[in-house]
T-cell receptor, first 115, second 112 residues
């Protein structure tokens, strides 16, 4: 039973390029969450998606960042025109449903380095 | 806005002792609180969830308490082992019920 998968595990981009981070939730999970972890900081919520819908994107910067979770395929977090401040670990989590009993299972993360 | 604090950034203890980690929160009355473990280079792993009407919860060598009056949760690891060395995160559900708010974590080091 595969867990949450994220790829790539490491991504290096130059300033101004685009970064695409992929997340495949656990089998049967239809809720996906993206978090960002900056060095020396805690995990910060970015966006919560269900299949084909963005439920809450209040933690995501309005500019340059977007997320999707299509009917088929992985969830994608896209960062356009990356800047050095985007360097961080990006974690995806999935859950079976929403609510207190629905534990979030985290992937291994994608470490983005912007040169 | 909701705020969650883990008082110690780092905690060093000897093998066999009990480690106690603290999590405090403000501006919110959560229905439950969760604890996660994170190892370097890895994603967080869920450990325990405790609800507001539960004073204490146990799982093997782990024990969590939840004091809604003090707005505090304590996380205990008894008979600690070097393998328990990791960063421990507490988390609350946000008021919208759409995501978790995490503390910065406490890094525990257990020496043999």
């Amino acid at each position: 039973n595969a867990g949450v998968m994220q790829n790539p595990r490491h991504l290096v981009r130059r300033r101004g390029q685009e970064a695409r981070l992929r997340c495949s939730p656990m089998k049967g999970h239809s809720h996906v969450y993206w978090y960002r972890q900056l060095p020396e900081e805690g995990l910060k919520f970015m966006v919560y998606l269900q299949k084909e819908n963005i439920i809450d994107e209040s933690g995501m910067p309005k500019e340059r960042f977007s997320a999707e979770f299509p009917k088929e395929g992985p969830s994608i977090l896209r960062i356009q025109q990356v800047v050095r401040g985007d360097s961080a670990a990006y974690f995806c989590a999935s859950s079976l449903g929403q609510g207190e009993l629905e534990t979030q299972y985290f992937g291994p993360g994608t470490r983005l380095l912007v040169l | 806005s909701q705020k969650i604090e883990q008082n110690s950034e780092a905690l060093n203890i000897q093998e066999g002792k009990t480690a106690t980690l603290t999590c405090n929160y403000t501006n919110y009355s959560p229905a439950y609180l969760q604890w996660y473990r994170q190892d370097p280079g890895r994603g967080p792993v869920f450990l325990l969830l405790i609800r507001e009407n539960e004073k204490e919860k146990r799982k093997e060598r782990l024990k969590v308490t939840f004091d809604t009056t003090l707005k505090q949760s304590l996380f205990h690891i008894t008979a600690s082992q070097p393998a328990d060395s990791a960063t421990y995160l507490c988390a609350l559900e946000n008021q919208a019920g759409t995501a978790l708010i995490f503390g910065k974590g406490t890094t525990l080091s257990v020496s043999s």
